[in-house]
């Protein structure tokens, strides 16, 4: 199986290697940076399954491929159950985009991975991405600069491909690296739920997706009827999880949406988050 590759308007480009979906944009030597970039992703697959028993385990050692010892580090820092899974898509963007740096300076570049994006920005560049949600609404603006330590972005929840505990319409974290970013924004978009409610249903995940790293466990498949007090509280939820990853250096900041009500968590030290 070979990766397939065509240029897209705006001097971007598109690789796709199986279930691997990569939209990527660089300035400067675009050529040499993604040569580099589709010779990486050739390689990607084999070294993933090669150890893939170990990265669906939550409780397994570290792996020995660099992109699964990286899924792996960023799962052991959370608590509670987590596979290294839950950082696949931003982990094979930060992979890619490493190759792409390590053959030439690029000054902004970019790996988006199924809305989990890796980020180069140097020497005053600038990276804008939109927000939106499960019916395409406008949900905001997220403009960075090269001044921030955030280098990755992920977006979970409800519209999401991955199987999610919780009930959030959509989860977009800022992180210091895709793979933390990954990561967090699953567990957070997890933490954010009504637990018991009657309109909300789940089923054992291995029912939905045959050999799923989430096992029999219990995950969402349909919300129906909620009350502005629950959507207020499942909202709250995640922001005391999101708040609690931010204290310990895990997250920068983060946007939590639900039928129409917000949740911001906002950068610490330095306003580099803009809502529109």
């Not at 950082?87 to 000054?107: I, K, N, P």
């Not at 090269?146 to 999610?164: K, M, N, P």
Request: proline share 3%; charged share 20%; aromatic share 2%.
């Amino acid at each position: 199986m070979q990766v397939q590759r065509a240029l897209l308007s705006g001097d971007r480009l598109h690789l796709q290697h199986g279930p691997i979906d990569l939209i990527i944009g660089a300035d400067g030597a675009c050529a040499l940076a993604f040569e580099a970039a589709e010779q990486r992703l050739s390689t990607v697959l084999v070294e993933l399954m090669d150890e893939i028993d170990l990265l669906q385990r939550h409780d397994g050692p570290s792996p020995k491929g660099a992109i699964a010892r990286k899924m792996w580090r960023a799962s052991q820092a959370h608590q509670g159950f987590v596979t290294p899974m839950a950082a696949v898509a931003g982990t094979v963007a930060e992979a890619v985009l490493q190759a792409m740096r390590s053959t030439t300076d690029l000054r902004r570049a970019y790996v988006n991975n199924g809305g989990d994006i890796a980020l180069n920005l140097s020497h005053n560049a600038t990276f804008d991405i939109a927000m939106s949600g499960l019916a395409g609404a406008d949900l905001g603006k997220i403009t960075l600069n090269s001044d921030s330590e955030v280098r990755g972005i992920a977006t979970s929840g409800q519209g999401g491909r991955s199987l999610s505990f919780g009930i959030a319409e959509s989860v977009t974290v800022l992180a210091k690296t895709a793979s933390m970013a990954d990561i967090a924004a699953t567990l957070i978009a997890g933490a954010v739920d009504v637990p018991d409610h009657p309109a909300i249903l789940r089923a054992p995940a291995n029912q939905i997706r045959e050999g799923s790293d989430l096992g029999a466990r219990a995950v969402v498949t349909q919300v129906g009827d909620l009350g502005a007090k629950d959507v207020s509280s499942a909202l709250e939820l995640g922001v005391q999880r999101a708040k609690l990853m931010q204290q310990h250096g895990l997250i920068q900041a983060a946007s939590l949406h639900l039928r129409g009500q917000s949740r911001q968590i906002e950068m610490n030290l330095e306003k580099v988050l803009e809502h529109a």
